[in-house]
């Protein structure tokens, strides 16, 4: 006879490979099965097409490879947000067929650039249990009204704005568990305390008319220590 099922965690990691190894151990030794995807393009399926020899980082905004790979995914319609989010589907869909993992328990995170992969990936699989992201910008919109912005090429969907926002996707997890830790500007800076409140104002609106308020929390999280105490806390919740 098998064990009982346990809950598992689709953890997305950044481009930018921090070591996240203490939070990942404690959660697995606590009884969650953690899966570490690497989507296209980030940490191990980095491409060996690399400019490094030519000064130029792979994650440079403009010249890098990683934004080679999107103009060039721009052109035939599948942008390479788009296929991040595929591949991080395809591990949600792996766990689901694991004897170990409880189906109805299966949560994501996401940290920096990983962060809204996360987001998209809970809004498109609606048995996704709950989703915890940190670094993200909250609405694109802002792009549009700022002279200028930090946010790189392939965290953009083109003509995004003739069909939703970033508070449209944030609204479809509702009732869903979800957890936004410092939500970026448009300068991709932390917001303060008094800007993420406006700016996680109408998802809180949503989450509040469906009588889910408690499933939702956004916070400013000064330092490292306290984003690892808050996500510990909420995984070990689901």
């Not at 694109?140 to 930090?150: D, V």
């Not at 932390?190 to 929390?217: C, I, T």
Request: proline share 4%; aromatic share 8%.
């Amino acid at each position: 006879m098998g064990g009982a099922k346990l809950p598992a965690i689709v953890y997305l990691r950044d481009r930018s490979e921090g070591n996240d190894l203490e939070l990942l151990t404690h959660l697995a030794r606590q009884g969650r099965i953690v899966a570490v995807a690497d989507v296209r393009g980030f940490g191990e399926t980095k491409s060996s097409q690399n400019v490094t020899d030519a000064g130029i980082d792979y994650f440079d905004p403009r010249d890098g490879t990683d934004a080679d790979f999107t103009y060039a995914s721009f052109f035939i319609g599948r942008p390479l947000l788009g296929m991040r989010v595929r591949d991080a589907r395809g591990v949600v869909e792996f766990l689901r067929g694991r004897t170990a993992v409880d189906a109805r328990r299966i949560s994501v995170m996401g940290r920096g650039w990983a962060g809204l992969v996360a987001l998209f990936t809970a809004a498109c699989e609606p048995d996704v249990s709950g989703v915890a992201v940190e670094g993200v910008l909250v609405s694109y919109a802002e792009l549009a009204k700022a002279q200028t912005y930090e946010l790189r090429v392939s965290l953009l969907l083109p003509n995004v704005l003739l069909d939703f926002d970033l508070e449209d996707v944030l609204a479809s997890l509702v009732p869903r568990p979800l957890l936004f830790l410092n939500p970026l500007d448009a300068m991709t800076k932390k917001m303060s305390s008094e800007q993420a409140a406006r700016a996680m104002a109408s998802a809180q609106d949503a989450y509040q008319a469906a009588g889910a308020r408690q499933a939702f929390k956004a916070r400013v999280a000064p330092f490292e220590t306290d984003v690892y105490a808050d996500l510990v806390d909420w995984a070990l919740q689901r």
